[in-house]
């Protein structure tokens, strides 16, 4: 199918937000309409990064599987080349609900449909451990949620970071790609093998999500994202889950507990092991109503709905009275949504009612403030002033200590047995200022090697480390690395143009060897906005070898054998190989051994280029007399030889 026809099939825009259903790392999914089968469906579209993870391959997984109630399937999967990148689009069953993210936020669910769902969820997860797939990416975003009547029936999917398990092991290799922190066990994110549990560690973060409305272990929303994922990760390296998990009741609380337990080894290891705590399915306990009873109100579902709601609610309004100010305002506001949530399902529900009013008379409540006086409101601020001046020098002091420590440690020769901590103790120190006017050009250098590589704890990310890059682009490094990426097309359009103007400036500065030797590849090949120029290229190359590069030694010697904008001249050629070849180039010393084949000659492989070879002109034959003394002096070598 062309990219055309698939667009004739399934009718969908991608500039419409209100077909976009979701978006994260692996990709979009949008809604469409399927023009054969008169029906929607939900497309997702991701970008073909990594050999590996991928739509295809996520495709490739689940078709592997028998099918399964909570395992969601996909219909077709198909990739189109859109130069210089490809795309896969999957096709999907629409589910109105969305997913498990979705449901929390629009439905007060009971205890029964949360039994239920994390039933369901369980069921999947050991579906996929019994063919040996690990999922690595369990969260409620991927958990897609299908509602038939009052059952609610969760369908795990997004395989796009799964992992096929050796049958004979316990574990696997990690990796941190696209990896949710929040969701992630602490061997993902302490680079250690993972076992099968590690999806159970990220049903024990849904369940207590359902039951408690935030996750277990959390951190400040007003910090960086980076700062966020960093101190998110501590607290899930030490395992201690909020207090909140006593607000949850049996047997919920027991699983939950199994699940967050930072050994994997100690850790519940099968899924069937919780489902058999969790107890009888819900659905094999609910009976199907007479036919009188079919429109009969049934208390019991809401009754527990009520009482929860209740308790949340009374929980906010007991919060609000031991807080002051913005908190106290927001704890609340949080009750007064708890409390309607229930007027929606009891409209006459005293409590509630009473507890609204009450809420909105001390959010109309203004505390009378006291003017001060005008020679008060100076000192104040004089004192004010004064204190965070100290402060911000202290905070400079500090952070130029710290930073110069991480760029002396990161310059510094690091053993194999403590990079991996090293490099997370720098990274911590750079993210830490990141942003602020402690960063010079050097550390936002550094900082946007620590994204492009994924190094110490940093996510990988292109542009982070474009945009760190070009935050200190007056830095002759930092040139370069801008001008790598667009050299080589990482988190932009391959572009050759861009990428010379950089290596220039950047030579220019310093007169680094490493951009010598790309201007001279580029202007080699030319293509991606730049010209061929083989004169150029020849005069870039012979500024990387005055620097001693066996890179440009035998790019130089390639361009005399082949005659690349120059005559052909084996002697040079063979010269500039074989300074190459001097210095371990494997490629050169292959060159120079293909030409002295074809040619023995000894003279001309240790011939400078820069010699003349032309033949010598004849001359007088030697006298008597020179070949006397030519023959004592042969005598006298052979004597001095043997002694």
């Known amino acids: 199918m062309t990219y055309e026809e698939f667009l004739k099939r399934y009718e969908f825009d991608t500039q419409d937000q209100k077909a976009l259903l979701g978006a994260g790392g692996f990709g979009s999914v949008y809604k469409a309409f399927d023009t054969v089968q008169k029906r929607f469906v939900a497309i997702k579209v991701a970008e073909v990064k990594h050999e590996k993870f991928n739509l295809l391959y996520e495709k490739q997984i689940v078709d592997e599987l028998d099918s399964h109630e909570n395992v969601a399937r996909y219909g077709n999967c198909y990739r189109f080349q859109f130069m210089p990148v490809r795309y896969d689009f999957a096709v999907l069953n629409f589910f109105q609900e969305g997913n498990l993210a979705d449901v929390l936020k629009k439905y007060a669910l009971t205890i029964a449909q949360k039994q239920q769902i994390l039933e369901g969820i369980l069921k999947g997860v050991g579906h996929l451990h019994k063919h040996h797939i690990i999922h690595r990416d369990m969260k409620p975003q991927n958990v897609l949620m299908d509602k038939q009547g009052d059952n609610w029936i969760p369908k795990v999917t997004d395989f796009g970071l799964s992992k096929l398990a050796d049958t004979n092991t316990r574990s696997v290799e990690n990796s941190s790609i696209g990896l949710s922190i929040a969701y992630a066990a602490p061997e993902q994110i302490q680079n250690r093998e993972i076992r099968h549990n590690v999806d159970l560690w990220a049903v024990g973060i849904i369940a207590y999500q359902m039951f408690v409305g935030d996750l277990p272990f959390d951190a400040a929303r007003s910090m960086s994202q980076e700062s966020w994922n960093l101190e998110v990760s501590k607290l899930i390296v030490k395992g201690k889950v909020s207090d909140k998990i006593s607000q949850i009741p049996e047997p919920f609380r027991t699983i939950i507990k199994k699940c967050l337990l930072p050994d994997n080894t100690k850790r519940v290891q099968k899924a069937e092991e919780l489902l058999a705590i969790l107890g009888p399915s819900v659905s094999q306990n609910t009976q199907k109503r007479p036919a009188d009873e079919e429109n009969t109100i049934r208390m019991d579902e809401p009754f527990s709905n009520l009482k929860e709601l209740t308790g949340r609610a009374d929980g906010y309004y007991k919060l609000a009275e031991s807080k002051s100010g913005f908190e106290k305002e927001q704890a609340l506001r949080d009750a007064v949504k708890v409390y309607q949530e229930i007027l929606r399902v009891d409209p006459s529900n005293r409590h509630a009612n009473e507890r609204i009013e009450s809420c909105k008379q001390l959010l109309s409540q203004k505390a009378a403030i006291q003017l001060p006086s005008k020679k008060m409101v100076l000192l104040a601020a004089s004192a004010i002033f004064g204190i965070g001046l100290l402060y911000f020098f202290y905070w400079k002091y500090n952070a130029k200590k710290e930073l110069t420590w991480a760029k002396s440690a990161f310059f510094s020769k690091i053993l194999p047995a403590d990079s991996l901590q090293t490099y997370q103790q720098i990274y911590q120190v750079l993210d830490k200022y990141a942003g602020t006017l402690a960063m010079d050009d050097t550390t936002n250098n550094l900082l946007g090697t620590f994204y492009q590589w994924g190094r110490g704890g940093a996510i990988g990310s292109y542009e982070k480390a474009m945009d760190y890059y070009e935050r200190a682009d007056d830095y002759e490094w930092a040139k370069y690395n801008i001008a790598c990426l667009h050299f080589n097309g990482k988190g ?21 060897v490493g951009a010598a030797e790309c201007l001279g590849y580029i202007y080699e090949e030319g293509g991606y906005g730049v010209t061929r120029d083989y004169a150029l290229a020849k005069n870039w190359y012979e500024k990387a070898v005055a620097a001693n590069s066996s890179y440009a030694q035998f790019e130089l010697g390639r361009m005399y054998q082949m005659g690349l904008g120059m005559p052909v001249n084996e002697s040079r050629a063979k ?22 084949s074809r040619r023995n000659s000894a003279y001309t492989a240790s011939v400078s280029p820069f010699q003349s070879t032309a033949k010598p002109k004849s001359t007088r034959p030697k006298s008597n007399a020179g070949a006397f003394w030519e023959k004592v002096g042969s005598e006298l070598f052979k004597q001095a030889a043997r002694k």
């Not at 932009?492 to 680094?512: G, I």
């Not at 010269?575 to 002295?596: C, D, E, V």
């Open 575 to 596: 010269y500039y190989y074989g300074q190459a070849a001097a210095q371990g180039n494997w490629n050169a010393q292959q060159s120079l051994n293909s030409m002295n």
């Open 492 to 512: 932009t359009r391959k572009n050759f143009e861009t990428a010379l103007e950089y290596f220039e400036d950047a030579y220019d500065q310093k007169q680094l």
